[in-house]
């Protein structure tokens, strides 16, 4: 892992698919990817949704990598022909696309002849010029890193084990903290004070989610800051106005 940053570190994560969008596969990698970047420090702020159409992964795609430390892609690197991402790729970043010799030689091995390397498996091995291969330890077939452009598989375990591969490579930021309070409160008897609370700690986060047990409404807050001194002195408040609450009942 590359040393951590006080600076953030932001990611955005293009899904690319009909396949998602019609409903047909549920999505399983944003969560995944969510998840993950958060415990490596690694802030995920925006994900795009896409259709396998050239024009609209190009435009995701340029549009994320302008703004974000690092773009995510999932998605359409396979071997059939509506598998368009390597070549949108390609496009969004002005560069000219071919079987690449290292992504062959994979691939050669893996299937253990060339005969074995039908024209459909070697459109796997296309990559832009400029790429730099991304280990795929499931089936083989090598995802990609452009720039800050990171391009990996739809199925779960192949994009898994390539985030996996790719994690050691990435700048993290400092790590979220948060603490978890509960209050056997309605959410509305504590909104006026976590307003006020999160106004006079902006470094800091505070969500509120209320929940509803058996007719009995009680809320969670979650405090999240960057800062243990911050997120500490944010949470202590928040504890206070859940029993000065709690005192009124």
Do not use: C
């Not at 309070?181 to 700690?201: H, Y």
């Not at 509803?212 to 960057?226: A, K, L, N, P, Y």
Request: glycine residues 6%.
């Amino acid at each position: 892992m590359a040393d951590a940053s006080q600076e953030p570190v932001t990611a955005g994560f293009v899904v690319i698919g009909d396949e998602i969008l019609s409903g047909r596969t549920k999505d399983k990698n944003i969560g995944f990817l969510a998840e993950y970047l958060t415990a490596l420090g690694v802030d995920l702020v925006e994900v795009r949704i896409v259709p396998d159409v050239r024009e609209r992964i190009v435009e995701a795609v340029n549009a994320l990598r302008a703004q974000y430390t690092y773009v995510f892609t999932s998605g359409g690197i396979g071997p059939t022909h509506d598998d368009i991402t390597a070549d949108s790729i390609a496009a969004a970043f002005g560069v000219s696309i071919d079987v690449d010799p290292r992504a062959r030689a994979i691939l050669e091995e893996h299937y253990g002849s060339p005969e074995l390397l039908t024209p459909a498996r070697l459109r796997m091995a296309r990559i832009p010029a400029g790429a730099d291969l991304i280990e795929n330890a499931v089936s083989k077939a090598p995802g990609f890193r452009l720039e800050n452009v990171h391009v990996m598989a739809g199925v779960p375990s192949i994009m898994q084990a390539m985030v996996d591969a790719i994690a050691p490579t990435l700048k993290t930021g400092a790590k979220m903290l948060s603490r978890t309070l509960d209050a056997d409160l309605p959410e509305s008897r504590l909104a006026e004070q976590l307003g006020r609370i999160q106004d006079a700690n902006p470094q800091t986060l505070i969500g509120s989610y209320p929940r509803s047990t058996d007719g009995r409404f009680t809320t969670q807050i979650v405090v999240r800051s960057r800062s243990e001194h911050d997120l500490n002195t944010a949470a202590d408040a928040v504890v206070t106005a859940i029993r000065e609450a709690q005192a009124r009942t």
